[in-house]
């Protein structure tokens, strides 16, 4: 019986509620009424019939009409919320009573639970306690540390440098400097504030900038970011260090939707000139990834000149006879070789009504099925671009040295520290489609030959409206081959160029083993004459030489193998 007194309550309840609704959609309604034409005929009317006190006089009446109005419904839905705050007060003590009995109906529960501050404030100390901030955590080994980044009035002190390399630096992210400056205002307002004065009452002066010596920052990617600040205190051996943390709040749902990628075709476009046996390797990853696994490809090849382009001709000639692609476009350019042209070319030579997604590649780059599927999803028309971040390989003949045969190309795809590196300094592989790459205005043309062109590019989008996604993609490769950096280049391009070829090379480690080679066998011939290691080095060094020159070792071919036995 009660239960059923209690829907009755509730149900009388939701219509109360609907009619007070209604009321206040029905009063603004009756306040948002335009004046009709009728009426403003008849102020106009008014105006020419009388003088400039009168229309005055008119403007009075209307705006003291319109303000008694305004306060009458003040004041209605001021009673309104009353009456409703009452009837909710009465809900809950029957709530109250019901729960109190053990008759509170299932489909209930929610709306005896009172909405307050008090859970998120509860959520917000839980996340204090659980990050390292005022006690430590215990960790498994030293890769689990997450360090701090210091910071002062003028510089960052970072062990993750980014893009810029720089150790040390001004904040240049937006968000960065304003993280900093926020919370560098925060502190100062705590120390200033009442509460901290009545605490401490031998403080004699305000604190300012100027007070702040350095901070400590680092962030827990689930809990929030800590900061320990020091500013001086009241003498030369005195500080005051203030903790301040900002918590992250629960994961929110921005959106859910289904994508479909079905109709969604991949303009690849390849400037090339010359290189056909880097083109024949080219070709063969495409025929495996695009026309065996993917087939919703088509690919744009801009050659500069005419040399050696029959061999060009008669690999796509063979790939569409032995697959029956078609899917290809051969552009010959009579001109010096440049990659933004090459590329512009090709982007706006698709005569299609259909919007491609342009994906600008190398010949020197390898690509798997997965990252054509980032690439479709990471670009969207009029609101994203893709910029991936591929992974760069170092030198083969370096990295695998004492190996008797280097390894092939689907083996060398590794990603290692001793294997290559992220190229986050490089912008030429990107994904986006072509409204968007015309709309933005496309290359700089007037760049000739090597760099710079990609990277106005990308700060066009970074300077538009658009989303720039930039992160690494495992499925894009740049695979090693020579770097020669013509004479003819501008000092800047070709320091840039040398620079570059000089990090494709190897690793910081493998290169330092490579300058220190004649130490390190030094090092191994006084500390370890008799060891194994030792003997089969001698042992290599001297087969080397003994076919590289037979009569010069015809003498001494065994005689210093004879002490290791």
């Known amino acids: ?94 709530l109250e009573k019901a729960k109190t009995r053990g008759i509170l109906p299932q489909g209930l529960e929610s709306l005896h639970k009172t909405p307050t501050q008090i859970d998120m404030k509860e959520f917000l100390r839980s996340q204090l306690s659980q990050a390292e901030v005022n006690s430590g955590v215990k960790l498994p080994s030293e890769y689990a540390v997450i360090p701090f980044d210091t910071f002062t009035l003028r510089r960052v002190y970072q062990l993750e440098t980014g893009l810029t390399r720089h150790p040390e630096e001004r904040p240049v992210r937006k968000d960065r400097r304003d993280e900093l400056i926020s919370t560098l205002e925060t502190a100062l307002h705590v120390l200033n504030g009442p509460q901290q004065r009545a605490d401490n009452t031998r403080r004699k002066h305000t604190y300012s900038p100027a007070d702040f010596i350095e901070g400590l920052t680092r962030t827990e990617r689930d809990r929030g970011t800590v900061y320990e600040l020091m500013f001086k205190g009241y003498g030369p051996k005195d500080f005051t260090q203030l903790i301040l943390f900002r918590p992250f709040g629960p994961v929110l749902k921005v959106k859910s939707e289904s994508v479909n990628t079905r109709s969604t075709l991949i303009n690849i476009i390849v400037p090339l000139s010359k290189r056909p046996e880097a083109f024949r390797q080219f070709i063969n990853n495409f025929r495996e990834v695009c026309i065996h696994k993917d087939s919703r490809v088509h690919l744009t090849v801009v050659y500069f000149g005419r040399d050696q382009i029959d061999q060009v001709k008669a690999v796509l000639d063979q790939t569409t006879r032995e697959t029956r692609f078609r899917g290809f476009t051969l552009i010959q350019l009579n001109e010096e070789f440049s990659r933004g042209r090459g590329l512009d070319v090709g982007a706006r030579a698709w005569r299609r009504s259909q919007n491609a997604l342009l994906f600008f590649c190398d010949v020197d780059i390898h690509f798997t099925a997965d990252f054509l599927t980032s690439c479709r999803l990471n670009a969207e028309p009029g609101k994203r671009v893709y910029y991936p971040v591929l992974f760069s390989q170092y030198n083969p003949s370096i990295i695998y040295s004492n190996q008797s045969a280097l390894p092939t190309v689907q083996q060398q795809l590794v990603i290692k520290k001793e294997t290559g590196f992220w190229r986050d300094f490089g912008f030429g592989m990107t994904c986006q489609y072509r409204s968007d790459f015309l709309n933005i205005g496309g290359f700089d043309r007037s760049i000739k030959g090597w760099g710079l062109e990609d990277v106005h590019l990308y700060r066009k989008y970074l300077h538009s409206k658009l989303m720039v996604i930039r992160s690494p993609s495992h499925g894009l490769f740049h695979l090693w081959h020579e770097k020669n950096c013509a004479d003819e280049l501008p000092p800047d391009k070709y320091k840039m160029c040398m620079q570059t070829k000089a990090i494709n090379e190897a690793s910081h480690g493998q290169l330092g083993e490579l300058l220190f080679k004649p130490d390190i066998e030094a090092h191994l011939r006084r500390k370890k004459p008799h060891t194994p290691i030792y003997r089969k080095i001698l042992l290599m060094e001297t087969t080397m030489a003994a076919l590289s020159d037979p009569e010069a070792s015809k003498d001494n071919t065994l005689c210093g193998l004879y002490p290791f036995k």
Request: with cysteine; glycine share 4%; aromatic share 8%.
């Open 1 to 94: 019986m009660f239960k059923r007194w209690l829907l009755a309550l509730v149900a009388r309840l939701g219509l109360i509620v609907l009619g007070l609704c209604c009321c206040l959609f029905l009063f603004y309604l009756l306040a948002c009424k335009p004046v009709s034409h009728s009426s403003q005929q008849h102020l106009h009317w008014s105006a020419g019939a009388t003088s400039k006190e009168g229309y005055m006089a008119l403007l009075q009446e209307r705006e003291d009409s319109h303000r008694h109005y305004i306060n009458s419904l003040t004041k209605q839905i001021a009673q309104l919320k009353d009456a409703l705050q009452e009837r909710m007060q009465q809900l809950q003590e029957s």
